[in-house]
Structures are given as structure tokens and as C-alpha cells.
């Protein structure tokens, strides 16, 4: 029979396991890259989440006492996030991108693209005036970036692609959850491949991009996530291949291409170093996103 957890009987706030869950945390050692990147604010979302409180409740309530079947909540979710290294979101079963609630699942990657700034930006000033009325999410997962562009294009139609009929099952539960039914669809694809002859004034990536070497190195919170969304080759550059090679093919005569990378950056660039690729300034973190037109897609088609 385990041993009872002195928490249990010797703290009672939420400010109480909070401060035990930052404790636990750091002599762990945990990665944080999943929604934050401290201590703090990962003990925060997993005790509000035990306790069914939203991540931005009043700071006033830390000081409520839990109960008891909570303070067993909060210290299983501690446990699994010490003892596997699960990733916050999985264990709570949401992330947040572009400020919206997405339910999330090991079926998935949880969202963190850096595309997230161009979506707030309205991918702007690559689109111009161009009206936006269809467009594509390659290698969709949760859904997220498509979600994220239709709720910013309010009378485009987007298509969510994956290949993975699990990410896809995530990707409609999200559909639901924003009310977009009527203009969003997921579809299963191997990228382009059941598209016909659709055409997009936007297609956007997150494609699936880390290299061998990268994975091999990369913490154990990672390993938690389909190895089929993260991995792309040895040099993490397999499918971005297809995507250039074919997405002209998909876009409107003005339309944009805009492709996550992520460190694989310095190997494509290698790789097409005639391809005038527009390499995004994030100001908020992240780098590798890189942005064509579907005239330069064309033009150099034969690189590809």
C-alpha cells in the first residue's frame, strides 16, 4: 500500500500546492516548452485545472482552501508530470494558440507555432489587399493555425489536411468547439494528394521538420508527442520538399506559401540557396518561418 502524501494533511490552498508543485518541479528538473516556460506557471495551470478553475482566475482565490479529492487531483497530475514527463497540456487536455482554447491529446502535437505572430498580424504585409476566400492548412494536427486563420478570415473557407486520421478526429473536435462547421472541414491527405484542383490564396505549414540527429537529443516531453508530426528525414527537410515542389500548383496566381522550419532553416537554405525564401522577424520567440509567393514557387519549381 503507497504511503500517504504529507500534502495531503499539512497544506490546504491553492497557493499551498502551487508552491509544492514549483518545488517538485525544480528538483526534477522538467523541461518547460509546451505552453510555458517556468516552474511557476506549470504548477499554476495543473492546480487550477485539479481545482476546475479557468488559467486566469483571479490571483485573490490562490488563497481558497481545496478539498480533498482536489488535493489527490493536483498531486496525481504532479506525479505524472515528475514521474513520465507528460506535458502539461496533455494531462489537462488544452493549449492555448492565438489566445483560443484548443483540446489536445497524444494524437496530436500541442500548438506552439511561432506562425501564431502572423496570424495576429494578418499575415501582413506579405497578403496586401487581396481578398482571402479559401485557404489551406497543411499537416493541420489540433487544427489550430487553420482554426486560427478562419476566425481571423471570417468569410474564407479553410481546409484542415493531415495524414493522420487520429490528429484528424482532435482536429474536428476543435472544428466543433469554435462553431466553424459550416466553412471549416478536416480532410485526410497525404498533403496535397486529395485536394483535386482546389486553388488557395493562403496555404500555411507546420510541417513535421525535426532532423535525426535533433530528435534523438531532444527532452523526454517531446517523446511524448506522434513521432509522425515531428520527424520529416535525416535532415528534417523530407516533407517541406513536397510542399514546395507542389503547392504552386495549389495557389492562386497572387497566393502565399507560408512554411514552418524551425531550426531545419540553415539545411533548406543550404539546400536551395538560388530560392529567394522571405525569412519572417518574430518578435515574439521562435524562428524557421519562411514565407514564397506562389510566382516565386513557380519560377523556381525546377529546384525543387
Known amino acids: 500500500m503507497s504511503q500517504r502524501d504529507p500534502a495531503l ?47 486566469n482566475a483571479d490571483p485573490s482565490l490562490q488563497d481558497a482552501r481545496l478539498l480533498e479529492e482536489e ?3 493536483v498531486l496525481e497530475l504532479f506525479r505524472r508530470r515528475v514521474q513520465e514527463r507528460m506535458p502539461a497540456p496533455y494531462l489537462i487536455g488544452e493549449a492555448w494558440f492565438c489566445e483560443l482554447p484548443f483540446f489536445v491529446d497524444t494524437r496530436t502535437l500541442i500548438p506552439r507555432s511561432p506562425i501564431a505572430e ?11 489587399d487581396q481578398p482571402v476566400t479559401r485557404i489551406l492548412d ?20 479553410v481546409d484542415l489536411v493531415d495524414l493522420s486520421p487520429e490528429a484528424l478526429q482532435v482536429c474536428q473536435r476543435n472544428i ?18 486529395a485536394l483535386g484542383d482546389q486553388r488557395y490564396e493562403l496555404i500555411v505549414s507546420n510541417p513535421p521538420y525535426v532532423d535525426a540527429d535533433d530528435y534523438r537529443q531532444m527532452p523526454a516531453e517531446y517523446h511524448h508527442e506522434p513521432l509522425l508530426g515531428l520527424t520529416s528525414g535525416d535532415d528534417g527537410l523530407d516533407i517541406t520538399r513536397r510542399i514546395l515542389r507542389q503547392a504552386g500548383e495549389f495557389l492562386t496566381e497572387d497566393g502565399l506559401l507560408v ?15 538560388d530560392v529567394p525564401f522571405m525569412w519572417v522577424e518574430l518578435s515574439r520567440g521562435g524562428n524557421g518561418v519562411f514565407v514564397l509567393s506562389a510566382r516565386e514557387l513557380n519560377e523556381y519549381r525546377d529546384r525543387f
Open 71 to 73: 488535493k489527490i487531483a
Open 259 to 273: 512554411v514552418e522550419v524551425g531550426n531545419s532553416e540553415v539545411a533548406l537554405q543550404a539546400a536551395y540557396p
Open 9 to 55: 494533511d499539512q497544506l490546504h490552498s491553492i497557493r499551498d500546492f502551487i508552491r509544492l508543485g514549483v518545488s517538485r518541479f525544480r528538483r526534477a528538473e522538467l523541461y518547460y516548452g509546451h505552453g510555458t516556460d517556468n516552474a511557476w506557471d506549470e504548477a499554476v495551470q495543473l492546480v487550477l485545472h485539479a481545482a476546475g478553475l479557468p488559467w
Open 138 to 157: 497543411l499537416c493541420t494536427g489540433s487544427g489550430c493555425i487553420g482554426i486560427a486563420c478562419a476566425l481571423l478570415f471570417e468569410e474564407a473557407e
Open 176 to 193: 466543433e468547439r469554435h462553431q466553424l462547421t459550416g466553412r471549416v472541414r478536416a480532410l485526410c491527405s497525404d498533403l496535397f494528394d
Open 118 to 128: 502572423l496570424i495576429r498580424q494578418g499575415f501582413e504585409p506579405w497578403l496586401g
